[in-house]
């Protein structure tokens, strides 16, 4: 039978999911390159565990009777390429938790090899790119005719130590949009407006969020930008980031970033991820003038990365996702997220 392991398994969201998947009744092999963190928890779950570090020997060993990777290590930029390789050798379903662009675009270029090989590769099934790529294909499917798609999304939460990690490695590069079908790198808060989530109108502006590269995989808009709603102290700062940025990207403010994240807390207890909500806006438009705007509430981000994620590793296992590179939204339909507890969807008229 196939079996579903869970790299990085011991960090913060590696955590929640393994919670979940016991919580859902899955036994999972617990893996990373850490050999003591994965030992005490192994120990406390009483679930197997296998060490493996990046390299190709290794995966291939830890991907022994594996059939679906719930691969939750990042920064993804400098750890899923080895693990989608790693897959497809094997033939198992990549599944992970990125936001990151540039992998999505990765597993798209890897999408004749994971056909070839009968696996699924799917980045993103979290928080990122889940509830907001099935809003862009439910705002698709109300305004077939659009050709600009516009998301945005608002968090009272905390991030964890992973989250904040994969921010200041990506500190310098900048922001993106989608135009005419080609992602377009451009200055960081490129755009700003004010948007409401549900909660009153709220500044917010563009980021590059993973969207950019996945919401045209699953409508072919060929326009798309994502905001983010910041405090105007936030908002500020990234707009000066554009002229800090040799400064921001040396490796000293980085190594110093990187150790105040370290000390800080893994991530959101419990109670703030319980208290915690996120909302989700989006907006289509077509060359005619015609608009549709649709919004979700959901949990905390965390929370639901923990639930779309093993959801979408059980249909893994269960042979219902298409082969190839896929998006959450593609593969299931607009309408997944709303499958997954506390979830509402609200459509403007």
Same mark, same amino acid.
């Given at each position: 039978m196939a079996e579903l392991l869970i790299y990085g398994s011991y960090g913060y969201t590696g955590e929640l999911m393994v919670a979940q998947a016991l919580a859902r009744g899955l036994q999972p092999i617990l893996a990373g390159r850490n050999a003591d963190a994965l030992r005490a928890q192994a120990e406390t779950?009483?679930?197997?565990?296998?060490?493996?570090? /990046?390299?190709?020997?290794?995966?291939?060993?830890?991907?022994?009777?594996?059939?679906?990777?719930?691969?939750?290590?990042?920064?993804?930029?400098?750890?899923?390429?080895?693990?989608?390789? %790693?897959?497809?050798?094997?033939?198992?379903?990549? /599944?992970?938790?990125?936001?990151?662009?540039?992998?999505?675009?990765?597993?798209?270029?890897?999408?004749?090899?994971?056909?070839?090989?009968?696996?699924?590769?799917?980045?993103?099934?979290?928080?990122?790119?889940?509830?907001?790529?099935?809003?862009?294909?439910?705002?698709?499917?109300r305004l077939p005719s659009a050709n600009h798609l516009t998301l945005g999304f608002?968090?009272?939460?905390?991030?964890?130590?992973?989250? %904040?990690?994969?921010?200041?490695?990506?500190?310098?590069?900048?922001?993106?949009?989608?135009?005419?079908?080609?992602?377009?790198?451009?200055?960081?808060?490129?755009?700003s407006r004010h948007i409401d989530f549900g909660l009153g109108k709220t500044g917010a502006v563009t980021i590059p969020w993973g969207d950019v590269s996945t919401a045209f995989y699953t409508t072919e808009i060929p326009n798309i930008e994502v905001f983010i709603a910041l405090p105007t102290g936030a908002r500020i700062g990234l707009l000066l980031s554009r002229y800090l940025k040799p400064i921001l990207a040396s490796a000293f403010i980085k190594k110093r970033l990187q150790a105040k994240i370290d000390a800080g807390p893994r991530g959101p207890t419990p109670a703030q991820r319980t208290r915690s909500r996120s909302y989700l806006w989006g907006e289509v438009t077509d060359a005619a003038?015609?608009?549709?705007?649709?919004?979700?509430?959901?949990?905390?981000?965390?929370?639901?990365?923990?639930?779309?994620?093993?959801?979408?590793?059980?249909? %893994?296992?269960?042979?219902?996702?298409?082969?190839?590179?896929?998006?959450? %939204?593609?593969?299931?339909?607009?309408?997944?997220?709303?499958?997954?507890?506390?979830?509402?969807?609200?459509?403007?008229?």
């Open positions: 779950l009483g679930l197997r565990w296998r060490v493996a570090d /990046l390299t190709a020997a290794a995966l291939d060993a830890a991907l022994l009777d594996v059939g679906v990777v719930l691969h939750c290590a990042g920064p993804f930029s400098r750890t899923a390429k080895a693990m989608m390789e %790693a897959c497809i050798r094997n033939r198992a379903h990549y /599944l992970d938790i990125t936001g990151e662009i540039a992998v999505f675009e990765m597993a798209a270029r890897l999408d004749k090899k994971a056909s070839a090989a009968g696996i699924t590769l799917m980045p993103g099934v979290g928080f990122d790119v889940v509830p907001s790529d099935c809003l862009a294909a439910h705002l698709k499917s608002q968090s009272n939460g905390r991030t964890s130590h992973g989250t %904040a990690t994969t921010m200041v490695e990506n500190i310098e590069a900048g922001g993106a949009v989608r135009r005419d079908g080609k992602i377009v790198q451009v200055p960081p808060a490129y755009l003038g015609n608009k549709r705007v649709s919004r979700l509430q959901a949990p905390d981000g965390y929370t639901l990365t923990a639930l779309s994620g093993v959801a979408i590793a059980e249909a %893994a296992l269960a042979g219902k996702l298409p082969k190839g590179f896929q998006t959450p %939204a593609r593969a299931l339909g607009a309408d997944f997220v709303l499958s997954l507890p506390d979830v509402e969807r609200k459509d403007e008229a």
